[in-house]
């Protein structure tokens, strides 16, 4: 008899950081599938601000939260070992979203095979680099532009610097949070400009900004706001600021948006299906051919999930964070 | 021989509000008209919140601002009294650009005939309902939607509540500052609510707002990203809480552009000349036929041209501010 742990929610942290009491590692017995189902055992899952922002209370906004009682989920890639349904066999190497546990049973349509052979990782295939994809697209960057994003040592932040580059960005900016990550920025991932913003944004910004990319809120995004160019434009990913200080944090400079006549635009990765076929097809080639450098953490244990989760808000890692199940 | 008078800025009120020490009414004589030039004799001119913006300093974002030492324009309508071009004659009535003065005299491609059946008064060729028309556009509401529009009972408001309504708003919600004008909007202009923002925004609101058209900003900003819809649009057109105080009016809650996936754009009349030719057939038509009724508070007196401004700040005219010259 199979058992699997899984993370369940107990109360939502909704005015303050959650912590251990939040959440509770229950064990369960894995039923056998059903007609139609397959068992999967989950490798790696994602570590995303989202967790958090899903812990506390998204119905106003439309997008699916957590269930207080219930397994949490994320995205998440796993093995079939078992499998009571066509098109999936013990082995296959699927995407989904039943992070937050060993083991899920579920219908084979909830479960997307992937091709293993085409990433350098498994790790790889989290959605790595769709959110910067999307955020791109959405701000439809051009030829020659020059583009700024916070948080930018980050899941999103790495990839969005590359694929601006690959979208024809001529100059790539970056914060971060520490020079060591700066540098990385600049060495590895050919960040034209990356900074500590412990030492102040305005300064390292243009005055002719064109795209914003924004991973940050507050300060970021008041400085970006200053620096953007008449008709220039910010789509809204991230508000780490705001969720690490657990106040609220506005750009003083609102006034501004009228005068340059600037779009602030929040984005959702999953309003945008039409653009995944797109992703699936040149991502993975960047990927094989250099263009994009893929940097990751790995965190070990389902049990450090949510410290996971917390520390990547704390800014300790560099690149996507991924938890080895 | 003809003089004119006009006024001239003498210093910028950058972070303060201006008074008549910024200003100095000139008296100097008209020139004969050169070969090509006509003189204009102004009877109209609009007072609108941007001749204070533009006494202060919009260099940084690419809208012209009035010049030290020079007089300060802004839209107005005159009669020709005086041609040494083709194609106008005296008696015409022109549109143009030069306010703030009693005569001007220039080449007649800077002025634009306008034909004076069109509306029932030549301040009406004021651009009256082109920046509501305009943001609309910027907004695209369609069929169905919730709209609301701050400062309701303005220039810009009384036609975007009204636009919108034709545009196919199916409930059309106004902010203004006394319990009167909020009356006037919703039995003169047949707004569906309407409310005197002292006594609280929130509650005048549904959770399900598709658009805003925001004059206001501050409090007014905040509200209304409270109670749009996930997918929801805002259009900035202006700041007047803002402008009021003299302090930054920040949103705090722009963490829900992200998670509703909100658009905010700031827009600028005059970046959108293609929607000219269409609003110069929609909008007399709509006037003509009652669809639009237009709200006007008339003004006399070049003199008393700042006080206008600022009283209008203050809240206290309704509907389009017109100085008679």
């Given amino acids: 008899m199979r058992t699997s742990r899984?993370?369940?929610?107990?109360?939502?942290?909704?005015?303050?950081?959650?912590?251990?009491?939040?959440?509770?590692?229950?064990?369960?017995?894995?039923?056998?599938?059903?007609?139609?189902?397959v068992v999967v055992r989950n490798l790696f899952m994602s570590i995303d601000p989202g967790s958090l922002l899903r812990m506390r209370?998204?119905?106003?906004?439309?997008?699916?939260?957590?269930?207080?009682?219930?397994?949490?989920?994320?995205?998440?890639?796993?093995?079939?070992?078992?499998?009571?349904?066509?098109?999936?066999?013990?082995?296959?190497?699927?995407?989904?979203?039943?992070?937050?546990?060993?083991?899920?049973?579920?219908?084979?349509?909830?479960?997307?095979?992937?091709?293993?052979?085409?990433y350098p990782s498994l790790s790889h295939h989290l959605s790595f680099g769709l959110t910067a994809?999307?955020?791109?697209?959405?701000?439809?960057?051009?030829?020659?532009?020059?583009?700024f994003v916070s948080s930018a040592a980050g899941g999103v932040g790495?990839?969005?610097?590359?694929?601006?580059?690959?979208?024809?960005?001529?100059?790539?900016?970056?914060?971060?949070?520490?020079?060591?990550?700066?540098?990385?920025?600049?060495?590895?991932?050919?960040?034209?400009?990356?900074?500590?913003?412990?030492?102040?944004i305005r300064q390292h910004l243009p005055d002719d900004l064109d795209v914003y990319f924004d991973n940050a809120g507050g300060s970021h995004l008041e400085a970006?706001?200053?620096?953007?160019?008449?008709?220039?434009?910010?789509v809204l990913c991230g508000g780490v600021e705001e969720i690490r200080s657990g106040e609220p944090r506005a750009p003083r400079n609102i006034l501004s948006v009228i005068g340059k006549r600037l779009k602030l635009q929040g984005f959702y990765t999953f309003d945008h299906p039409d653009l995944f076929p797109r992703f699936a097809e040149e991502f993975p080639?960047?990927?094989?051919r250099g263009e994009v450098v893929i940097a990751e953490t790995i965190v070990d244990g389902l049990e450090n999930g949510l410290t996971a989760v917390l520390n990547l808000l704390r800014g300790r890692y560099l690149g996507k964070v991924v938890l080895r199940i």
Avoid at 15 to 37: L, Y
Avoid at 166 to 173: E, K, N, P, W
Avoid at 224 to 234: C, N, S, T, V
Wanted: aromatic share 8%; glycine share 8%; hydrophobic share 40%.
């Fill in 57 to 118: 209370d998204l119905s106003k906004v439309d997008i699916p939260n957590f269930e207080v009682g219930a397994p949490m989920w994320s995205d998440a890639v796993g093995e079939v070992v078992e499998s009571a349904a066509a098109g999936l066999s013990p082995g296959d190497i699927v995407w989904h979203r039943y992070g937050w546990r060993d083991y899920v049973v579920a219908d084979a349509s909830h479960f997307h095979q992937v091709d293993p052979a085409l």
């Fill in 285 to 288: 080639r960047w990927v094989r």
């Fill in 224 to 234: 970006a706001i200053d620096a953007l160019r008449p008709h220039g434009r910010a």
């Fill in 158 to 200: 790495t990839m969005a610097g590359q694929v601006a580059r690959l979208c024809g960005a001529s100059r790539v900016i970056g914060s971060t949070g520490t020079p060591d990550k700066a540098r990385y920025l600049r060495e590895s991932l050919g960040f034209d400009v990356a900074f500590d913003y412990h030492d102040g």
């Fill in 133 to 147: 994809y999307v955020g791109l697209h959405v701000a439809k960057v051009r030829q020659g532009e020059t583009f």
């Fill in 6 to 37: 899984e993370m369940r929610l107990i109360s939502r942290p909704v005015e303050r950081m959650p912590s251990d009491d939040d959440v509770k590692m229950i064990k369960v017995v894995v039923p056998d599938p059903a007609a139609g189902q």
